[in-house]
């Protein structure tokens, strides 16, 4: 068993956090499923069992602290350790169509909302978490971030993303990503290594329709990260093994 690599990966009933669990199943990692709803989670946990991969479904709702309470209780009791834990659950701004500026009319409660699931409850779970990821011989911590959160991209002349300046979510991805560089350096002295990761613009609920890429290349990030070896990176912004500026 203490050979035997763990995996929590938020958000993973559907989206990029259910195929993100299905390629590290896939590569013998045993993957804790969580959803919003206990049938959502048991739903996504066996059809991955249904593909010879060892899963386990537990609810959890990010922003509820008696979940993540429940599923830290949960991994202590059944693993008694954590070896990856990805960060993938997050939303997009409230009532809206689409990506566009939002800078001059965006609301505290819209702020509230986006902030509460993309940033707060992840460091809140991270915290918690913790110290069964440090009983890991390498512990790994990969949180969705986005481009669309990279400070520098948005600021060049001819930036790829001009267009999409929706406030709330670049904000908390921005926040996102300076927490990573934060926690990094407070586990620099440990093996548990932090990054933050954008998948691409990619075919989900989220990403909708209009996106390039497609579900499976957009796990590759985050599930390379999970698996970094004792060399790779740490407190970095990555897309497909490339760095990103922040
Ligand atoms: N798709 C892209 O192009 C893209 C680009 C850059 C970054 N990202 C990031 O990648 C991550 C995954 O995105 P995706 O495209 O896979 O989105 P998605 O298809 O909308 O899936 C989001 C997942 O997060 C879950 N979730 C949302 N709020 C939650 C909460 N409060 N508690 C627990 N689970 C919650 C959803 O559960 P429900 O089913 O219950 O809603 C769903 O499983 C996000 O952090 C996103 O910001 C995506």
């Known amino acids: 068993m203490k050979d035997q690599k763990i995996a929590l990966i938020t958000g993973s009933n559907r989206g990029l956090g259910f195929e993100t669990a ?5 590569q013998g990692v045993t993957v804790i499923v969580t959803a919003r709803s206990t049938e959502a989670a048991n739903k996504a946990a066996d059809s991955l069992k249904a593909q010879g991969i060892n899963a386990y479904g537990v609810k959890l709702e990010v922003t509820n602290a008696d979940d ?3 599923v830290a209780q949960y991994i202590e009791d059944k693993f008694g350790k954590l070896d990856i834990l990805v960060n993938n659950a997050g939303v997009g701004p409230k009532n809206r169509e689409g990506f566009g500026n939002t800078s001059l009319d965006t609301e505290p409660e819209e702020f509230e909302y986006v902030f509460n699931t993309n940033l707060f409850s992840l460091v809140s779970l991270t915290n918690l978490l913790l110290p069964l990821i440090r009983k890991s011989d390498a512990g790994r911590i990969v949180n969705l971030s986005s481009i669309l959160g990279s400070l520098t991209i948005h600021s060049l002349p ?16 921005a926040a996102l990503n300076i927490y990573t560089n934060h926690l990094a350096a407070a586990l620099a002295d440990t093996n548990i290594k932090v990054n933050s990761a954008h998948p691409g613009w990619v075919k989900t609920e989220l990403g909708t329709d209009a996106a ?21 990176p740490t407190g970095r912004f990555i897309h497909l093994g490339e760095e990103l500026p922040w």
């Not at 299905?22 to 896939?26: A, I, N, R, T, V």
């Not at 001819?158 to 991805?173: C, E, G, Q, R, V």
């Not at 290349?217 to 790779?232: H, P, R």
């Open 22 to 26: 299905k390629q590290l199943g896939e």
């Open 68 to 70: 993540r309470k429940a």
């Open 158 to 173: 001819d930036s790829p993303i001009a267009a999409m300046k929706t406030l709330s979510y670049d904000a908390s991805k």
């Open 212 to 232: 390039q890429m497609e579900i499976p290349d957009g796990a590759k990030t985050s599930v390379a990260l999970a698996l970094l070896g004792e060399d790779g």
